[in-house]
């Protein structure tokens, strides 16, 4: 059964920074494409930065320069360190696993991310 459980989220001011982290269990992150995503309020759930089986990593236009993905392959968990944060960068921040043999996307809980001052 897969598991992910993120954890990191939080109310910062703009200019601020978080890392969130992405804990998973029932599958192996280093041999899938795992990324995150984002839902602000209205809005559609949209990708933030992605990191490939391949090892290669895809940004946002929105976020580059400012986020970095990265994963701990150890300890199977995949973390996104956000700086200069803007109010715009308010949502819900998603954890996904994208398991290409099943052709199945396994999702997170999700964790609030609010930039207010």
């Known amino acids: 059964q897969v598991q992910l459980v993120e954890s990191g989220g939080g109310l910062v001011q703009p200019g601020g920074s978080l890392r969130l982290s992405c804990a998973a269990s029932g599958v192996r992150f280093s041999i899938y494409r795992t990324g995150w995503y984002r839902q602000a309020p209205g809005k559609q759930r949209e990708l933030v930065a992605l990191?490939?089986?391949?090892?290669?990593?895809y940004y946002a236009d929105s976020v580059k320069g400012r986020f970095s993905i990265s994963r701990d392959n150890a300890k199977n968990t995949m973390y996104l360190q956000m700086n200069s944060l803007k109010p715009e960068d308010t949502a819900v921040y998603y954890c996904?696993?994208?398991?290409?043999?099943?052709?199945?996307?396994?999702w997170g809980q999700g964790t609030q991310v609010t930039v207010s001052s």
């Open positions: 990191v490939r089986s391949t090892g290669t990593i």
């Open positions: 996904n696993v994208y398991v290409a043999t099943r052709a199945i996307d396994y």
